[in-house]
């Protein structure tokens, strides 16, 4: 269903060094950076097929987290989301919400972790067991 998703970012190479640590754990490997014609600097993750995008606001005020808003990338165990979890505070991230683990909701059993960025963009890492 998607093709990309872009964040923004206060200092792209902390968000690189932050997002090289989290997404490797994932399988994605380093950014493509690009210097966009306005003279923004933007770094692109592509893996599997979708590309997961940082950039210095184009607008030249300050990024910020989404209000609301929820970035979820699969894993494929649930020690993968530990993992995720981990690495993202030990990269600058912040742990929040519950603790990583089993949740049981409407759409059954999973395990989920949040985190916000350095940036305030929040994140989770979620494994749905077969």
Do not use: W
């Amino acid at each position: 269903m998607f093709n990309h998703i872009m964040v923004g970012s206060n200092d792209i190479e902390r968000s690189r060094l932050f997002y090289d640590a989290v997404l490797g754990v994932l399988g994605a490997g380093p950014p493509i950076s690009h210097r966009a014609d306005s003279g923004h600097n933007r770094l692109f993750y592509r893996h599997d097929g979708a590309t997961f995008c940082i950039s210095e606001p184009i607008n030249g005020e300050a990024a910020t987290g989404a209000n609301g808003g929820t970035i979820g990338f699969k894993c494929g165990s649930a020690d993968q989301v530990q993992t995720f979890h981990d690495t993202a505070i030990a990269h600058g991230g912040v742990s929040i919400e519950d603790p990583p683990g089993e949740r049981n909701g409407s759409m059954g059993p999973m395990h989920l972790a949040y985190v916000r960025d350095p940036d305030g963009n929040k994140l989770c890492a979620v494994f749905r067991p077969a």
